[in-house]
């Protein structure tokens, strides 16, 4: 029998998931912070919902620790004694250890550990985070259509400047910041549209997150756009999966849709590999990209790092080196200087933007050049995990949540964005069914009434339907 949540309707619970909302928008807003502060607004907002959620915690609920919560807190734990071992080791190789990026990333993964394990400490973590993805996708929306009309009507704001060349930032320090926003936003949307209760829900739900499509585009990131075509493939496949194997396979029609489907990728596929396979593959990145020798210069300065994160895990005995970049900065960024700067490197950085070192912008090898081994194969198998639960819910949308963070966590470091982890917590912590149908037979259950606890507008449903717990 479904019971209502105790802390829905809650001032208190409303309060806290805006908190929560608000620091996971802001986080990515790095031109709002003051000076050179590590800290901003977004960080702020988590820390002061961190310090709630411990304090609701500790003196008025029982603490509670869920197969998810464990999962997360062990992999920090493990994230915590491998990092000190290799920051250990690089001390005594006598590598370059800049305090600046020590300090900088000991503050963000220490946000980030304490975000995603409150987040799934509770006993009711998928309700609590439904309601602050539907948040996230309203905020966002508002929040990225402000900045859309800001850079396209060119609204000069003290302190802020919305674009980076011909490259769309928004509140952003660069690009590839608003891009990885824009892609978690969009995931977001689809999440919480698919578990919506109605029709008119779910579609003002994807108008919200309409923004985060166009402000993801504007940015002109390759990541992006292939990211977006991974999360359709995905949630496209874990609908044939749902049609085939689950309630609706009894229908004649839907089954016979769904092998055709199937029966038609495969030539398709096997036509698509003969024509990739005649035509050069650098005409088809170039045809993709968003310019052809920008992305050409980009992938050799890629590869260069992406070689030197893998130097320096082999150098430390597969320990790592701890926290910080560690890849020396390329020669060809070096020589690039901003007053000298032809039209293809325009959009990329200069010399003068990094210090002696840069990060690999690649999660898992930037894992395996701080912690070395053992830490890439402990993050390997909290996706893994990850993945093994994105199959469990009837929800297509948080199969592609976690494939497209995949993907895009090839070409950027991903892990400090707090973002990310409360998508990972939403795949970990992810409803067992629909919200608003049963799961075998797909007929929508009575119902329940509002929720009126409490004084707070998000009570009365206007910002969203209750939610209900199985």
Known sequence: ?????????????????????????????????????????????LLIWICAHVYGAVFRSPIVLPPAAGRILAFWVFFAGTQSLGLLTGLALKDHQDQ???????LAFSIVAAVSSLCLARSNASEGLRRTACLVTRIGGVSLACQIASGLLDLRVPGLD???????????????????????LVLIAAYAAETAFGRRERLVLLLWGTPAVVA????????????????????????????????????????????????????????????????KLESVAKDISRDADQTLDEAAVRVYLWGGAIQKGFDSYFLGL????????????????????????????????????????????ELFSQGGLPLLLGFVALMLS??????????????????SLM???????????PIVWFCICLVQAGPRRLPGRHAASGRSPRRLAPVTTGTAPFASGAFGPPLIRD
């Open 322 to 365: 701890g926290p910080s970049s560690h890849v020396p900065v390329p020669p060809e960024v070096v020589a690039r200087q901003k007053w000298a700067r032809t039209e293809t490197e325009a959009g990329l950085g200069s010399g003068a933007e990094h210090g002696e070192s840069m990060e690999s912008h690649n999660t898992y090898l």
């Open 386 to 403: 990850t993945i093994r639960q994105s199959y469990r819910p009837d929800v297509a949308s948080l199969t592609a949540m976690i494939a």
């Open 216 to 279: 993801g585009l504007m940015t002109k990131g390759n990541s992006f756009r292939l990211a977006l075509v991974v999360a359709l493939a995905a949630f496209t496949l874990a609908k044939l999966r749902r049609f085939l194997v689950g309630g609706y396979a009894r229908a004649p029609y839907r089954f016979t849709v769904a092998v055709l489907a199937i029966g038609l990728a495969v030539p398709l596929g096997l036509a698509g590999a003969l024509l990739l396979h005649a035509v």
């Open 162 to 184: 919305g674009w980076y060349w011909d490259r769309f930032r928004g509140w952003s320090d660069n690009p590839n910041q608003l891009s990885l926003l824009c892609t978690a």
């Open 1 to 45: 029998m479904p019971v209502l949540d105790p802390e829905a309707g809650t001032d208190e619970a409303w309060w806290r998931d805006a908190v929560l909302a608000f620091g996971l928008l802001l986080s990515a807003a790095s031109q709002l912070r003051i000076g050179s502060l590590p800290i901003g607004p977004g960080e702020l907002c």
């Open 407 to 417: 993907l895009f966590s090839v070409f950027h470091v991903t892990l400090r964005h």
């Open 100 to 106: 600046a990026h020590i300090v900088h990333d000991v």
